[in-house]
């Protein structure tokens, strides 16, 4: 009896950014790989979207729309290159408007993509139609997605064959446009049980004709068990990817699974050696980036926690940043409540970055005394319903803390009437910027993109956050994390250090350092801190300023809002302490400020 050929799709060049590198690489880096990868037979791709639309304008100061031009030039004219949409938020972390919905699958189409694989982080089916019509109607390929994940141990209610079944059910009667359905673990948690009954329920419920495809991670230390479970149910396709971003917190490897598979009935549709060839290539596309430790583990606590591998990374590295990587664990553990109270919506972008927005809060500032605003928001219904009921009290908390209604009207109803969302809102943006070019491509990256987008748009962005070695200062780019910085603590209290050249940095304030007699001694502090009078208002964590809303002389009451800071993907809001008078401003908009830096006095 033939062998079935199970078809790959190769995950290396986005997701296996995504889950190792933060997203954060270079075009030219890594299309010799690409070029190399379709020279050795490879057709089908992922080329781009979910993060590796926004990271490029935001970390790499690049267009992702040329990034995606490239590609198609490097993989050749009738490659299958395919993109990740996240339903009604496009591709990026926020639900967007009907017509930014349908611009999105028109640029898509326009820059040479193939194919979007599609899906709602809560499996709402009404997420999905107004974007499964675009992506159609604008000759692109609709691949449907159902969101998968394992509940924390204990928990029940959803996520289980049942419940996909409903999904999958509920979009073949919502009339949706498809060509292929997909079956999505981001965290890698589902147990390879459940995935052949539910790849299994898929293919009875499906036309026999219709491709199934299953993706997974390593995250749990369970994926290529997933796929070989996938593939014996009757999955068509696996996603697969290549060293070095592959394993870990990616998919599994090419060459893993092909060895998994070595005597069943099974083969892939790639030639192993050519891919050995190809996987070279990319080994020295990607020498001089630095990789993360925990993107090649398994990490045992995602049962518990499930954090999807595609952010795991990217949150380590923001916490290196922030030289704050001492508290994760805590952060990847207190995830575990707030996937239990909030509904079950599945681990996966934009999802997974509220509940960890929401664990990081819960760790940094008490246990629900600040809710991130993605997950605030999801638990009162703005992304749409959750697939149970999240905890009443924790809904109830948000409204007041928030000083936002529930709702259970349909979100996209909501943006439509959003006076500061759609097209015309994002092309009043443009305007205000002094960008007078509102081609649909700038437009989108407004919209999607806010104001990095617009300071991308004005030339005012920078290469940053890209750990390349011969892109950093030669004394930390040999640290895995790139940051160069400790956290001490000292009768309780934390202390972030940082040693360059002849100063230190201790909570973001300058230190000249002496040697006498062998002691390291202490010299002037480079940050002012005004008079004895006065009362300092410092960053809470390493940031970037995004608003200033007062001057020198202005008076303010305690609790004003001073300014508005970005960090961990937040908006963070710093406060006034007390009332009084501004007697300065230290921080501009734009400016980057270290945790405990003096950013304005109040006298």
Same mark, same amino acid.
């Given at each position: 009896m ?5 078809h790959?799709m190769?995950?290396?060049?986005r997701?296996?950014f995504q ?6 690489v270079?075009?030219? $880096?890594f ?8 020279e050795?037979?490879?057709?089908h ?5 979910g993060?590796r639309f ?13 990034m ?11 490659a299958?290159?395919?993109t990740?949409?996240r339903?009604?938020? @496009?591709?990026?972390?926020?639900s ?5 919905i349908d ?15 599609n899906?709602?982080?809560?499996? $709402? ?7 499964g ?9 609709h ?10 141990p204990g928990?029940s ?20 446009p498809?060509d ?9 948690t589902a ?9 299994k329920m898929g293919?009875?419920?499906l ?5 199934i ?13 997933g796929?070989?479970?996938?593939i014996?149910?009757g ?8 060293a ?7 998919q599994?490897?090419i060459?893993?699974l ?7 009935d ?22 001089d ?12 606590m995602i049962p ?12 380590t ?7 704050i990587? $001492? ?7 207190a995830?575990?409540e ?24 819960? @760790? ?24 149970v009921?999240?905890d009443?009290e924790?809904?109830k908390l948000a ?6 209604e529930?709702?259970?009207a349909?979100?996209v ?10 097209v015309?809102a994002?092309k ?6 002094g ?16 104001q990095?987008?617009i300071d991308?748009?004005l ?6 956050g ?10 930390t ?5 790139g $940051?160069?910085?400790y956290?001490v603590?000292?009768?309780?209290k934390?202390?972030?250090?940082? @040693?360059?050249?002849?100063q230190a940095?201790?909570?973001g304030?300058?230190y ?8 390291v001694?202490p ?20 940031a970037?300023?995004i608003?200033?809303n ?5 008076h303010?009451?305690?609790g004003?809002?001073i300014f ?11 406060k ?6 501004i ?11 270290v945790?405990?830096?003096a ?5």
């Amino acid at each position: 009896m033939a062998k079935k050929t199970i078809h790959i799709m190769n995950t290396a060049f986005r997701d296996g950014f995504q889950s190792v590198y933060g997203a954060r690489v270079l075009t030219e $880096d890594f299309l010799p790989a690409v070029k190399v990868c379709a020279e050795a037979g490879q057709t089908h791709f992922e080329a781009g979207g979910g993060a590796r639309f926004q990271a490029p304008f935001f970390y790499c100061n690049e267009s992702a729309f040329d990034m995606m031009d490239k590609f198609r030039e490097a993989a050749g004219p009738d490659a299958n290159l395919q993109t990740l949409a996240r339903g009604i938020n @496009v591709v990026g972390l926020d639900s967007q408007s009907r017509d930014i919905i349908d611009l999105h699958a028109k640029m898509f189409k326009k820059h040479g993509m193939t194919t979007i694989r599609n899906f709602d982080a809560l499996n $709402d089916v009404n997420n999905l139609i107004d974007s499964g019509k675009s992506i159609t109607a604008h000759g692109l390929k609709h691949e449907v997605v159902v969101t998968m994940m394992e509940l924390p141990p204990g928990c029940s209610g959803a996520h289980t064959v049942e419940f996909y079944q409903k999904t999958l059910q509920d979009i073949l009667d919502a009339g949706i446009p498809f060509d292929s359905v997909c079956f999505k673990d981001a965290s890698g948690t589902a147990v390879p049980k459940k995935v052949y009954e539910t790849i299994k329920m898929g293919r009875k419920l499906l036309p026999a004709d219709c491709k199934i495809a299953f993706h997974s991670h390593e995250t749990a230390g369970i994926g290529t068990v997933g796929y070989i479970a996938a593939i014996k149910a009757g999955a068509d396709q696996v996603d697969c990817s290549l060293a070095p971003a592959s394993g870990g917190t990616c998919q599994p490897d090419i060459a893993t699974l092909w060895h998994a598979l070595r005597g069943e009935d099974y083969e892939l549709d790639v030639d192993i050696d050519k891919m050995m060839e190809a996987a070279k290539v990319f080994k020295e596309c990607m020498a001089d980036y630095i990789i993360p430790p925990e993107a090649l583990a398994v990490e045992p606590m995602i049962p518990w926690s499930p954090m999807p591998g595609g952010a795991l990374t990217a949150n380590t590295q923001m916490m290196r940043d922030n030289n704050i990587m $001492d508290r994760y664990e805590e952060c990847i553990h207190a995830m575990g409540e707030v996937v239990r109270r909030g509904g079950f919506a599945t681990s996966v972008t934009p999802v997974s970055q509220f509940y960890f927005q929401q664990a990081f809060n819960n @760790v940094m500032f008490g246990p629900w005394e600040k809710f991130a605003e993605g997950y605030g928001k999801m638990i009162l219904g703005y992304f749409g319903k959750t697939p149970v009921e999240p905890d009443p009290e924790l809904v109830k908390l948000a409204s007041e803390k928030m000083e936002l209604e529930p709702t259970i009207a349909n979100p996209v109803d909501l943006n439509d009437a959003n006076p500061e969302k759609g097209v015309e809102a994002a092309k009043k943006r443009l305007a205000e910027a002094g960008i007078t070019d509102h081609c649909d491509e700038n437009v989108f990256i407004s919209a999607t993109c806010q104001q990095k987008g617009i300071d991308f748009l004005l030339g005012k962005a920078e290469i940053n956050g890209v750990r390349k070695r011969s892109l950093m200062p030669k004394e930390t780019a040999a640290s895995p994390g790139g $940051d160069g910085g400790y956290t001490v603590t000292i009768d309780g209290k934390r202390f972030t250090v940082e @040693v360059k050249g002849d100063q230190a940095i201790v909570n973001g304030k300058f230190y000249d350092i002496g040697v006498e007699d062998g002691v390291v001694t202490p010299g002037t502090a480079a940050v002012a801190h005004g008079s004895a009078d006065s009362i300092e208002v410092v960053a809470p964590m390493n940031a970037k300023v995004i608003k200033v809303n007062l001057a020198v002389g202005d008076h303010v009451n305690e609790g004003d809002i001073i300014f508005v800071v970005e960090a961990m993907k937040m908006e963070v809001e710093v406060k006034a302490s007390t009332a009084g008078t501004i007697t300065s401003i230290a921080a501009e908009t734009g400016a980057q400020v270290v945790s405990g830096e003096a950013m304005a006095s109040i006298n």
